[in-house]
């Protein structure tokens, strides 16, 4: 099992649990499906903030804090929260803000669900 930083960005007893109530050679597809499926709402927050597409970045913060609830991943989860409350106040500004900072925690998470999924297939 990985340990260290990597773990640390993400709840390893959700991982477990979620190995346990499907199967563990399933969690590699299902942490793929949610890097990808994380990675194109990033993507289109992203590129709604020009405009300040609040309503979009609303809803896909709101899928993706949802979704990585389900992965362990508490700081894109706590940060998508963030995120989808401050597009609701319509505060742009805020939501900008906290871009960089979701983007770290994704980048961190993807490192950590990747070691997870090394671990169980070595």
Avoid: C, W
């Avoid at 979620?18 to 299902?30: A, K, M």
């Avoid at 983007?103 to 070595?122: I, K």
Wanted: hydrophobic share 50%; no cysteine.
């Amino acid at each position: 099992m990985a340990t260290g930083n990597a773990m640390e960005t993400i709840d390893p007893q959700i991982l477990a649990d979620l190995e346990r109530d499907t199967s563990r050679d399933l969690i590699p597809e299902l942490v793929q499906l949610y890097l990808d499926t994380a990675a194109a709402r990033a993507g289109r927050m992203t590129a709604a903030l020009p405009d300040a597409d609040l309503a979009v970045i609303a809803s896909e913060a709101h899928a993706l804090k949802s979704s990585s609830a389900t992965f362990g991943a508490f700081e894109v989860q706590r940060l998508s929260l963030k995120i989808e409350n401050h597009a609701l106040e319509g505060d742009a500004a805020a939501v900008t803000a906290l871009m960089p900072e979701l983007s770290r925690a994704m980048a961190a998470a993807n490192t950590a669900l990747r070691a997870y999924v090394d671990d169980l297939t070595e």
